[in-house]
């Protein structure tokens, strides 16, 4: 490979490359937090949960931690790129939930159930 090509091949890797990453630094929804008195808001930090209206296998299981609250319209697209594509079933809140393994996700906030801070219940060392 002549010096010429190689230049073209590594530059246009290099911007490809970055292509790629500012792509990945725009979030998906803006989370309406900040400043706001939202009473889903006070959810943002803790665990999020699936509460009793899901099946009985699903109920309980940890989602991850809500980062945020975005309100979506009807018919929304709510998928993520290369997911399954679904929309939004309904005008309503919805928490962001990250779990730290995918990308941050989407769920109706009536349909999430947040734990409680449980307090360290350790014995004392007197």
């Not at 769920?107 to 947040?114: F, T």
């Amino acid at each position: 490979m002549t010096k010429g090509k190689f230049i073209l091949v590594f530059a246009v890797i290099i911007l490809m490359s970055q292509f790629f990453v500012f792509g990945q630094d725009q979030p998906r929804w803006q989370s309406l937090c900040k400043g706001s008195a939202n009473p889903y808001c006070v959810a943002v930090g803790k665990d999020a949960c699936n509460n009793d209206s899901h099946p009985i296998p699903l109920r309980g299981l940890e989602l991850g931690k809500v980062t945020g609250v975005v309100w979506i319209q009807e018919g929304e697209t709510v998928s993520g790129v290369g997911e399954w594509p679904q929309v939004a079933p309904k005008n309503d809140y919805y928490y962001i939930i990250d779990n730290d393994i995918s990308e941050p996700f989407i769920r109706v906030c009536s349909e999430i159930e947040i734990k409680a801070e449980v307090e360290d219940a350790g014995f004392s060392s007197d």
